[in-house]
């Protein structure tokens, strides 16, 4: 059964930091792309960060320099820190997992709530 699980989330103050982690299961996670995309009500899903297998990142251009993304591979496990936070961070972040090449393998998680107080 494949699984993406995110942990992480939270009520933090602008300019604080959060570190999301999600762990993955039921893949061979070496191989896969790995996102985080944040969502808030009312607008669609958009990419903050991916790190391809030979672990290339890129970055939305509202959070370059402010994160992080890092996998390892040996915990089956992706990382979002997130530094300098501002309200406009706030959503919903998503973990995906995504095969190139084999449209059908694509998931997602379930979420964490991320909420950046002024």
């Known amino acids: 059964q494949v699984q993406l699980v995110e942990s992480g989330g939270g009520l933090v103050q602008a300019g604080g930091s959060l570190r999301l982690s999600c762990v993955a299961s039921g893949i061979t996670f070496s191989g896969f792309t790995m996102g985080w995309y944040r969502q808030v009500p009312g607008k669609q899903r958009e990419l903050v960060a991916r790190?391809?297998?030979?672990?290339?990142?890129n970055y939305a251009d509202s959070v370059r320099g402010r994160c992080t993304i890092s996998r390892d591979n040996a915990k089956n496990t992706v990382y979002l820190q997130m530094d300098s936070l501002k309200p406009e961070d706030t959503g919903a972040y998503y973990c995906?997992?995504?095969?190139?090449?084999?449209?059908?393998?694509?998931?997602w998680g379930q979420g964490t709530q991320v909420t950046v107080s002024s």
């Open positions: 995906n997992a995504k095969r190139p090449g084999v449209p059908s393998l694509d998931v």
């Open positions: 790190i391809s297998s030979s672990s290339l990142t």
